[in-house]
């Protein structure tokens, strides 16, 4: 059986016509299988969702207790007939409960990484690799110059800047699912003992991973908090709301941006981003290419990221491979909000971007 007849693009994603489902579906279908909760990966509207439990709960946390008509919560590594194929779920090393999706059909495996980093990540399961025939890549970073480096020395330059500039507040522009708790993960193993403060946008998520067993220290929210008493401190908010008036309540604050994206000076210095932190919750450059080639695919499909480079790469190293073209994933974006409140509070139906950065088509 040929791939494309397993697996194939549509206007709604991808597609598998044998097994009667989509993979991350952009509009509403009958059944979805879903990498993770962010939400151009993960939407309100589909008739049954397949998810780890954690993308569940994500998922209602975002859009309310009712948003599929039915559940069903997939464990890593067990195994779900569907239609005439198998399929599986293995973590992505993305965010909390991200799965690649493997689809099995005859003697034929495909796997759908959705996002995914191969860089250790204290909130969630470590990447797993899964040996495959045809290998579905993002190539959110796939340039060779994304190479991210080391996240906890990114964590030590905030830590120096608090110690630097002890009279003024450190915000941490980071998205409210995966970056957020993983830089205040990386904070507390850096020795950060104080309390840190969240932007009520984060504060329902950040909770739940604590509810799951991710150890983040003392969290406090920052509404409510005089201005004098947030010297010194450090909170993390939505990146829009770093460039928003919301930051006249902190004392000359030092604005930062934990994304890789700060790869590139120029996007920080669009920004106003004062310190930027090179901290991904993707793989880059290297990690692609090391990934796509342990996985013994001998075909690889690319999708939303620079398509054009990860395939000529992998046309070099004599793969067979392809772009997908998928529209509606962003660049990490996972659905903050774009209006702030006086009180700290995201106001729904809205999303943000890396200040000064456009949305994808």
Known sequence: MRPQDILMPVPAGLC??????????VRPVERALITHGHSDHARAG???VLATQET???MRLRYGENFAGSVQAVAYGE?????DVTVSFHPAGHVLGSAQISV???????????DYKDARDPTCAPFELVPCDVFITEATFGLPVFRHGDAAGEVNKLLASAKLFPERAHLVGAYSLGKAQRVIALLREA???APIYLHGAME??????QERGIALGELRPVRGMKKAELAGTITLAPPSATSDVWTRRFPDPVTAFASGWMRVRARARQGGIELPLVISDHADWDGLTATIAATGAGEIWVTHGQEDALVHWCKSKGLAARPLDLVGYGDEDEGEAAAVTDEGEAQPG???????????P
Request: aromatic share 10%; net charge positive; hydrophobic share 25%.
């Open 191 to 193: 020795g950060y003992d």
């Open 204 to 209: 329902k998520i950040t909770y739940y991973y």
């Open 350 to 360: 809205g999303e943000s971007q890396p200040a000064g950065e456009a949305k994808k």
């Open 56 to 58: 569940l709960d994500m």
């Open 46 to 48: 589909h008739g049954a």
């Open 16 to 25: 598998c016509k044998p097994g009667g489902f989509h993979i991350d579906p």
């Open 104 to 114: 099995t059909c005859k003697d034929r495996r495909i796997v759908a990484s959705g």
């Open 79 to 83: 195994e779900i007939r569907l239609g």
